[in-house]
Every structure is written in C-alpha cells, then in structure tokens.
C-alpha cells in the first residue's frame, strides 16, 4: 500500500544490501536514493511507475534492478548504473530502448519480454558478457545478425513474436475433458502454472500442468503449450498427452506422462551471486558413465528439438531430471520457440554454447578416476569448442551426438 518511499529506510544507508519495494502504488523514488551505498539489489515490480527513475544511475553498487509488471514506457540513459548486471524489464510499455544500455559492460542478463519493442539498440552488440537474453511476447520480425553473433550469448527467449509467430502452430493432441481427471496432489509450481498428479478415467496416473495465463519473464504460457505439443516423441522429452477442455475457470492445461519421482533436478537456478549459472548442491559428484550418460541425453534431446525448428532457449541443468543410472528428461519449454529454417545454424549454435556450459559444470561434479580421464579430456575438448566466442567454430548438435556416442 506503500505510496512513497520509507524515509526510514535511510537509517540503513550504510549497510542496506537487497531492497525489495513490490506490489506497491509506487511512482517514484527519491532524489537521494544514491545514500544506499551499499545497495546491490532492487526490486520495485507490481507498481505503477512510468518511466525507470534516473536516480538509480547514483547508486554505486546497484547490479540488479526488477522493474516487471509496470508502466515503463522510458529507460533513461541515466537510470542505468555502470555497475548493471542484471535488469528486469519484463511487462511493461518499452518500444525503445537508450543505446546507453550498451555501455554497461558488466550486463549478463537483460529480461525484456512483454514489451512493446520491434528493434534492439545496436550498441548492445558492444555488451561482451551478455548470456541470457529474453525478448519474447514483443514484436520482433527478425533478429537481428549481430545478435546471434555475440561471443557469450546462450538462453534466448523470443516466442510470441511475429518471428515465431508466423511458423506452422502443431497439431493438436487429443482433448481431455477436465472430467476426466482426478487431481490428487501438487507435485509443483513454477512461473508460469502448477504442476498436479492426477489420474485420467481412473486407468492412468498423470501429470497436469494448469497455466497462470500471465506474463512471465521466458513469456507467454501459450507460447510453451505450442512448444511443448510440437516436441513429438523423444527418450528424453516428456510428450504432451492432451489438452484439457472444460477446465472449471477456463484455465489452459496440458496432461503429460508423470515422471518417476525417482528422478530429481540436476541443480538449482541461478542465484544473485551466480547471476547466470546453475547452483549445485554441496558435494555432488556423479560417477563418469552418468555424467556421459547425461552430456549424451541432453545432446540428443537438442538435437532433436533443433531438427523440428524449436529453440528450448533455456537448457540448463535446473531443468534437467536425472536418476543415478544417468537416464534424464530435458523439461520445461517456457523459453522455447519456433523459428525459421534460415536461422537453424546460428540459433542452434547459440543453443550450443548453453550446452558448453552444462558440460563444464558436469566436468566440475564428476569423479573423475585414471581410468576415465581420456572420457574427461574429450568432454573438456567439446567444452571448449562449445563455449568458443566466435560463434560460427562451433559444433552442431548433431556433431555433439556423435561425439558423444563414441565415448
């Protein structure tokens, strides 16, 4: 309910690190704000700010600003800290954007989706340490060249653009009245819907995933739906076994095979620190054969997705689900795309250097023994070639399939 700022807040001027102002009727911040030495972190999402205030710029500290579900409609040059490392723009107004975005040499992630923008400033070719990029649910043409050129580029997110918007929408599976379902427990919940157990006509177990319907920061929930039909049958993907119809409040949702609960999640998300890598937990270490076995899975899975013109855009180990024998599913599509076969090579190539880093964090978590170290030193050749800067060096899928196939 907050209308203006806490005054009282500056009592910890010297110490204050992470800020969190959401879901409030906040306009504007004040002229002093730079009194947060300390400050890193912001979040002010859920207000009603027209414009990203440019007193941000004065805080010597600032690296991650959250501005989601405003009214932004201006990014002053002055609002971006040189200390930016992370900005959150995602639903709001923006058609453009200041060229001073890419004299932030530090940004690694840049969230724009559910904006109004048809371009990107060129200047943001400048921003060497860009790696997650998500500018889905805009109006995107095309992309263009120099950003599938980036040295460090990796998670792109752009469905719901007329770029991908203009490519064939997949056939539809069958239709599941939500009659026919008996939810049982909430197995999870992500940014864009919740994840049940159910059972389908009392024969099958199930899982049921029910969308939000709103904006998330990889962007619109129709946009996965389509994705995740269109992937098609593949040992490592979850398909899609319908679409539910008659849902009680009209919500979208889709019915897939329930995976074994034996399965777990190779790694946590990014956290503030990491910014863009995967957070393992203490003491992992996996034996060899289920490292390779995983680096194999998810290679193919790619290679599979890519061959049907789809872009996951978020391959990274948080979703990845691996039991100890090293079997796995590649999940979550609310990142992915279609896309046009002209832009196969340069998006699968962006896609791979994704996979370049999942191969050196596998690397990192593997017990490595004497008797495995040429397995080792081929992964680390393929890291290598996978996370070169110069984008057009880089190995396919399909190369990385076969290479993995001989070890």
Same mark, same amino acid.
């Given at each position: 309910? &907050? ?8 009592? &910890? ?19 002093? +704000? ?35 579900? $405003? ?29 001073? +975005? ?27 340490? +860009? ?14 060249? #120099? ?7 990796? #998670? ?31 197995? *999870? ?8 157990? =159910? ?27 389509? =994705? ?93 689900? #691996? ?7 590649? $999940?979550?599509? *609310? =990142?992915? =795309? ?11 190539? &962006? ?16 017990? #490595? ?34 290479? +993995?196939?001989?070890?």
């Amino acid at each position: 309910g &907050l209308t203006e700022f806490p005054r009282e807040i500056f009592e &910890l001027a010297d110490t204050l690190e992470i800020l969190n102002l959401s879901g409030n009727q906040l306009r504007s911040l004040p002229d002093d +704000l730079g009194r947060l030495s300390k400050l890193r972190i912001l979040f002010c999402s859920d207000n009603p700010f027209d414009h990203l205030p440019p007193v941000l710029g004065d805080c010597p500290q600032l690296s991650m600003i959250g501005f989601k579900a $405003n009214q932004i409609e201006t990014v002053p040059a002055e609002a971006l800290p040189r200390t930016l490392r992370w900005l959150i723009l995602t639903d709001n107004r923006l058609q453009k954007l200041s060229q001073a +975005l890419g004299q932030r040499p530090l940004l690694q992630k840049l969230m724009l989706s559910g904006n109004r923008l048809a371009e990107l400033p060129e200047s943001l070719a400048e921003c060497a340490q +860009l790696e997650l990029l998500r500018i889905a649910a805009n109006d995107f043409a095309t992309l263009p060249e #120099w950003l599938l050129q980036m040295p460090r580029l990796s #998670w792109l997110a752009f469905a719901g653009n007329p770029l991908s918007e203009t490519i064939a929408t997949p056939a539809l599976p069958c239709e599941i009245p939500w009659q026919e379902l008996q939810i049982e427990t909430q197995l *999870g919940e992500g940014a864009s819907g919740t994840i049940y157990r =159910a059972q389908w006509q009392n024969k099958r177990t199930v899982a049921v995933k029910v969308f939000k319907g709103s904006m998330t920061s990889d962007g619109l929930p129709a946009s996965e739906m389509a =994705a995740a039909i269109a992937v098609g049958t593949h040992p490592h993907l979850n398909p899609v076994l319908g679409r539910v119809i008659q849902h009680p409040t009209q919500a979208q949702a889709l019915v897939m095979d329930l995976i074994n609960p034996q399965y777990e999640t190779l790694a946590g998300p990014p956290s503030f620190e990491s910014c863009t890598r995967d957070v393992y937990a203490p003491g992992l270490m996996l034996p060899p054969a289920t490292a390779l076995a995983i680096a194999r899975s998810i290679a193919s899975a790619a290679k599979h997705l890519h061959t049907r013109h789809i872009h996951h855009g978020d391959l990274y180990a948080h979703n990845i689900l #691996w039991r100890p024998d090293g079997n796995c599913f590649l $999940n979550d599509f *609310g =990142a992915a =795309a279609f896309y046009p076969p002209a832009l196969s090579a340069a998006l699968q190539r &962006l896609e791979v250097r994704a996979f370049g880093c999942l191969l050196e964090e596998l690397a990192e978590h593997t017990s #490595w023994t004497s008797e495995t170290q040429p397995i080792r030193s081929t992964l680390c050749d393929l890291q290598t070639s996978c996370l070169t800067p110069h984008t057009q060096d880089r190995p396919t899928f399909a190369d990385l399939s076969e290479t +993995l196939g001989t070890l």
